[in-house]
């Protein structure tokens, strides 16, 4: 069974100015879902923890070695053993599932060699709410009551 231990957005920050510093070559990462909220969290100074952890950060990747790096993380390896989590490294046909005009409100940074690029918190939940089940819409309300919209 997975664990669900993510929960805050310094875990996410963690993992990728590890990654970041452990490429060997540039590559780059869109990172979605909850772990990419938690993201805008801690990148913002705020200070909440999600309120129902994840089990998971989606990162979209078109890197090679930064795609090794997720496989390694997958479901019931070493990594979710040390972390309580684990990655799940998604097809980046499912960036089309963000709003139109995404990449021009996303926040790209560079860490190490890894080039992050987060959409907006609005774009995020967005696709999210179209699922439409209820820990999507519980994160939507967490968003809103911890000031991640505004």
């Given at each position: ?8 957005g ?9 990654l ?7 590559g ?9 909220l938690?993201?805008?969290v801690h990148?913002?100074?705020l200070?909440?923890e999600?309120s129902?952890?994840?089990m ?16 390694e993380?997958l479901?019931?390896?070493e ?9 799940n ?16 409100r996303?926040?790209?940074?560079q860490?190490g060699?890894?080039?992050l690029?987060?959409p ?11 699922r439409?089940?209820?820990?999507d ?14």
């Open positions: 069974m997975p664990r669900r231990e993510l929960k805050s310094k875990q996410v920050a963690d993992w990728l100015a590890e970041g510093a452990s490429l060997k070559a540039p780059h990462m869109t990172l979605i879902g909850s772990a990419a938690l993201w805008h990148n913002r100074g200070d909440a999600l129902e952890a994840s998971d950060v989606d990162p979209v990747t078109d890197s090679e070695e930064v795609a090794t790096h997720c496989y993380a479901i019931g390896s990594f979710e053993r040390t972390h309580g989590w684990h990655v490294l998604m097809p980046d046909t499912v960036l089309r599932e963000l709003p139109a005009g995404w990449q021009d996303a926040v790209t940074r860490i060699k890894l080039r690029t987060v907006a918190p609005a774009d995020l939940l967005a696709a999210k709410l179209k439409n089940e209820p820990r819409r519980a994160h939507a309300e967490w968003a809103r009551s911890i000031g991640l919209l505004g």
